[in-house]
């Protein structure tokens, strides 16, 4: 079975992501373990943070950092259980 896409991403204070899955759960997402190195340490710097996208299957940002969609879902939590 297909894990659930991202369809909307909002980007949130902490490095974290609310997404809205195409199965429409709604399930926050912390980046910054994977804020490391040159290429995913650019997220570290909050205005290209919040240039996320969804692409209709992950989400990406404008350089080409993305996710694997399975670990956004698998890795995210119900918006509801985030603090």
Known sequence: MLRPTAKEVYPQSGHRLRIVFDNGEVRVF?????IR????GRLSDES??????PDGF??????GQDICPDE???CSVAASQAS
């Open 58 to 63: 992950t989400v990406v940002w404008p350089e």
């Open 37 to 40: 190195g040159e290429w995913y």
């Open 48 to 53: 290209y943070f919040r240039a996320v996208k």
């Open 72 to 74: 956004l879902y698998t």
């Open 30 to 34: 912390d980046v910054t373990p994977y």
